[in-house]
């Protein structure tokens, strides 16, 4: 069965824009989380969504927004983009709970110049 | 202090080596501990799972668990290049929908 999609897998945008990154989970997956990768605070949590509504939250500043779709498709959104924003933004799928098995995309590389 | 906290990288072993990587942790509510393997320009996959103090063993891989110490090991047998990656430990409390806290990785390198 196919995998967790992102796109884009790469991006390049500058201080102060913003950004929507989309993913989309495994055929039959509810559970959507999302994670941001950087190499000196590893991977954290920024949200998860179960059946459109927002389950939990990570401690992102409300720059970093999400939303799923009725099909379980998510897109988060980073508003006013700080150089502190660059990062590795990884969408990860599960049937129904963040601890069932978590299949992750390959994710998305934003760069912030 | 992070509530994960995992052994810093890089690590580089000889091909057959024993491998040990470790994670302490500080709240005692976790109860279900993962590890995940990540490639290069790749999402971390599910290498395994647990959920109790103890060993639990898949091939080459062992998995285990000390809660009074608060404390995780992940030990890889006869290394190979393949298992070149970096590992990072996960735990949850596993209750309602809890979220998933991860280390931060240790970077692995196995030099044939």
């Known amino acids: 069965k196919a995998g967790v999609t992102q796109t884009p897998r790469y991006l390049i945008k500058t201080r102060g824009q913003q950004v929507t990154l989309s993913c989309s989970p495994i055929?039959?997956?509810?559970?959507v989380s999302w994670y941001q990768q950087t190499p000196g605070q590893g991977l954290q949590f920024l949200f998860e969504?179960?059946?459109?509504?927002?389950?939990n939250k990570g401690n992102f500043p409300g720059r970093f927004s999400g939303r799923q779709f009725s099909n379980s498709r998510s897109e988060m959104n980073v508003s006013t983009l700080e150089l502190g924003d660059s990062a590795l933004y990884l969408c990860?799928?599960?049937?129904?709970?963040?601890?069932?098995?978590?299949?992750f995309g390959p994710g998305t590389r934003l760069t912030v110049l | 202090q992070k509530e994960v906290e995992q052994d810093p990288g890089p690590l580089s072993v000889p091909e057959g080596a024993i491998v040990s990587l470790n994670c302490t942790y500080s709240n005692s509510a976790f109860q279900y501990f993962m590890w995940y393997r990540q490639y290069s320009r790749k999402g971390p996959e599910l290498l395994m799972y647990t959920y109790s103090s103890g060993n639990k063993e898949d091939g080459r891989f062992t998995a285990q668990v000390d809660k009074s110490s608060k404390y995780i090991s992940l030990f890889i047998r006869d290394s190979q290049p393949s298992d070149s990656a970096t590992y990072l430990c996960?735990?949850?409390?596993?209750?309602?929908?809890?979220?998933?806290?991860f280390g931060p990785g240790t970077s692995l390198s196995v030099i044939p």
């Open positions: 969504y179960f059946s459109e509504t927002q389950r």
């Open positions: 996960a735990m949850t409390p596993r209750t309602s929908y809890d979220k998933v806290i």
């Open positions: 990860a799928s599960s049937l129904v709970t963040s601890w069932d098995e978590q299949f």
């Open positions: 055929s039959g997956h509810r559970s």
